[in-house]
């Protein structure tokens, strides 16, 4: 699957990737994408992070609260606690991203 600069890929590009190589029938590699997903979003939702090696992971961080301002306004309000979700790409991502390879670099 290539997607040129720019392009955005889709749900249905990965089912269409896992389809062309894998060999599973289109309804199964889109009930395989569906569950990796849905795993996935289920262990963040407990606030678990999620490791994939060679790529990167996800980690839920909590937010106090904390004093904003309305750029409008100038106004101060407060912005409630909250938990947000970061990915962390790995070396090896990063790597990848910039046409470069890494000798003897660990994941991290």
Do not use: W
Request: aromatic share 4%; glycine share 8%.
């Amino acid at each position: 699957m290539k997607a040129m600069a720019g392009n955005t890929v889709t749900r249905a590009d990965l089912c269409e990737a896992v389809y062309q190589k894998v060999g599973l029938s289109r309804t199964e590699s889109s009930e395989l994408v569906e569950l990796v997903l849905h795993e996935i979003s289920s262990c963040l939702e407990r606030g678990e992070t999620v490791k994939l090696s060679s790529f990167g992971s996800f980690v839920v961080r909590s937010k106090g609260e904390r004093i904003g301002r309305n750029p409008k306004t100038g106004k101060e309000v407060p912005i409630s606690p909250r938990r947000v979700m970061v990915f962390k790409p790995s070396n090896i991502l990063k790597a990848q991203i910039n046409g470069e390879t890494l000798d003897g670099v660990s994941d991290e």
